[in-house]
């Protein structure tokens, strides 16, 4: 898979947020693609002391869920762990796994999120720029009074909003477990982002190898990060919204 090297890596937290301001300029929340067919899961693990990362990249072909490629890839980690900028420590070892891969994907579903502000540049959106390709953050959600009030019935979702804009949304995959945050990367608009989260993991958890791509990262090393965002607005709680996919 192609890489664009629209940046460098080996900068400073100023030099980030200064290249951040410029590639956000450059994201696109409409739905900008001809078809979707292969989706690569992208994964994101650090290691308990902080000094490695490891991505995972899973290929899965639609609507089979068949398993094309597989790839990882493991780096010393070399930017901080620092607010708003997430994605400067975590996309490189993203980009080396994706770049491994021999068929190109449609579409990567991220763990991390997008386009949600303050920033309003997050990993998936980052991954999606550089790659030139359609990108949607998934990722764990603190627990909130929402997840009572959310149906089980899988594909309900309910949209959030900050300064009266729609980023994000909880989405339930499954009955028996907990929604996730989905929010838009690159190249879709929200409710495209929340139909193929459904069309990728599928109901059917029996798969050892599909259950595994569900878990988003933990909300963990994010949680600094999101204390100081603007507190999103549950909107529709009474009148939630469902997509009918399978």
Known sequence: MKIHQLHPWNISPAQAESIQKCLRAWIVTDDQFTHIQYVARAQVEINLDQ??????????????HRVIEQHSATEKLTFPNQNGLI???????????????KVNPDLILCDGRGLIPPDRFGLASHIGLLTNTPSIGIRS?????????LSRKRGTWIPLKTHQQAHSAILRLHEDYPPVYISVGHRLNLETALK???????????????????????FGELANETSRKPKPVITNIHNEQHLTII
């Open 51 to 64: 000094d490695y990362s490891t991505a995972h990249i899973t290929l899965l072909r639609l609507p089979d």
């Open 87 to 101: 994605s400067f420590r975590k996309a490189p070892v993203l980009l080396n796994a994706l770049a491994s891969l």
């Open 141 to 149: 959600i603190p627990h909130m009074p929402v997840h009572h009030k």
């Open 196 to 218: 193929y989260t459904l069309l990728t993991l599928p109901r059917d958890l029996n798969d050892p190898k599909l259950f595994s791509l569900v878990s988003p990262e933990p």
